[in-house]
């Protein structure tokens, strides 16, 4: 599993890109990946197109990731695979984030 992390230049959008599985040993990884943008930045990528497994603890940070951000953030999460999207719509994060 891996994190990176990219700034648009031109739009400002930070683009979290992750690879492998999205679960708890990514905690602390995921957290450092927004923390430095808290108030600073308000458009957020999740790229998911290469996660193969998520857990309910990625659930969790996401969570924790737009309270950190405040509602006034916008955060996409892209790329999902169907069975992962699925997931993402079952716990209605369709009200929280813009899932495509």
Do not use: P, Q, W
């Not at 992390?5 to 708890?24: A, E, P, R």
């Not at 930045?41 to 857990?55: A, C, P, W």
Request: glycine content about 8%.
């Amino acid at each position: 599993m891996s994190l990176s992390i990219k700034v648009n230049s031109d739009t400002g959008v930070v683009c979290i890109s992750i690879l492998g599985s999205f679960d708890f040993s990514l905690f602390h990884e995921f957290r450092e990946a927004y923390a430095e943008f808290i108030g600073k930045k308000d458009r957020f990528t999740i790229d998911l197109s290469g996660v193969e497994y998520l857990d309910s603890a990625a659930l969790g940070m996401l969570l924790s990731m737009k309270s950190a951000l405040g509602e006034n953030s916008v955060i996409e999460l892209k790329g999902a695979n169907d069975f992962i999207k699925n997931i993402l719509m079952i716990s209605r994060f369709d009200k929280r984030f813009e899932i495509r």
